[in-house]
């Protein structure tokens, strides 16, 4: 990212705000995937039901006609499953559009492309949170997501602790470059703090992108969380805990 792009971000988030003051009785864990590829919900899913856990999947319905190296993306079945099993499905825009190079009309249809398609798979279900596709955000889009979702969440890594900017959730990727000290060092401030980690990947394989994680990896988290018997909701049941309104 440039400098003049960071600097935008920076405003944006500076400008825009909707923190909340909030106390929770207890720390919070949530984890969640962006795009969301078939891994995510194979894999990634299958470890978490093994905890009894369950995950928001921000998805862009778009995104498996793009041409992209994270290949293997959902299937409509994985969508389905996730509502039947308790899971979360939330916003990542239709075509995982740029926030800093699109219009806010551009950005007003593309988001409404997205509920579009997925009504078309879930008739009833409507989206009540997003995360900014590539972290990108900007003054006229932050507004217009803060109309439309409960919560936006960045790609800032941090611990959303009083206040909690919902406009602006800060998140920890789990990623290939990420040391599992590092994610168990978060965890623990977490529990010090009685704050809210929400954890974010994309891939979770073997032959993971440099955006995900592997299996193993995922796990050993997973299982962390569980050995302290951490409260682990999806960002909406978070959101819920927070008494944030609908």
């Given at each position: 990212?440039?400098?003049?792009?960071?600097?935008?971000?920076?405003?944006?988030?500076?400008?825009?705000?909707?923190?909340?003051?909030?106390?929770?009785?207890?720390?919070?864990?949530?984890?969640?995937?962006?795009?969301?590829?078939?891994?995510?919900?194979?894999?990634?899913?299958?470890?978490?039901?093994?905890?009894?856990?369950?995950?928001?999947?921000?998805?862009?319905?778009?995104?498996?006609?793009?041409?992209?190296?994270?290949?293997?993306?959902?299937?409509?079945?994985?969508?389905k499953?996730?509502?039947?099993?308790?899971?979360?499905?939330?916003?990542h825009t239709y075509s995982h559009i740029h926030f800093y190079t699109s219009s806010i009309k551009s950005l007003q249809n593309d988001l409404e492309e997205n509920q579009r398609k997925l009504n078309e798979i879930l008739p009833e279900y409507r989206f009540s949170n997003f995360s900014y596709p590539y972290g990108e955000q900007t003054i006229s889009g932050k507004v217009l997501v803060r109309s439309k979702f409960r919560s936006a969440r960045s790609v800032k890594a941090g611990i959303n602790s009083n206040p909690v900017d919902l406009n602006n959730l800060r998140a920890l990727q789990l990623e290939k470059s990420l040391t599992l000290e590092k994610a168990f060092e978060y965890i623990d401030q977490t529990i010090a703090q009685k704050g809210w980690l929400i954890f974010y990947s994309h891939d979770i394989q073997d032959d993971c992108s440099s955006w995900g994680c592997t299996p193993s990896f995922f796990e050993q988290v997973v299982k962390y969380c569980s050995d302290r018997k951490l409260n682990v909701r999806t960002i909406d049941q978070g959101l819920d805990l927070l008494k944030v309104r609908k």
């Open positions: 990212m440039n400098l003049y792009f960071k600097i935008k971000r920076a405003i944006a988030c500076f400008l825009i705000q909707e923190k909340i003051k909030t106390k929770l009785d207890e720390p919070l864990i949530s984890f969640s995937f962006d795009d969301a590829p078939n891994s995510a919900f194979v894999a990634g899913r299958s470890i978490l039901n093994k905890y009894g856990y369950k995950a928001t999947y921000y998805i862009s319905l778009g995104i498996r006609e793009q041409d992209n190296p994270q290949k293997g993306y959902f299937e409509t079945a994985h969508l499953e996730v509502i039947a099993e308790g899971g979360e499905l939330a916003c």
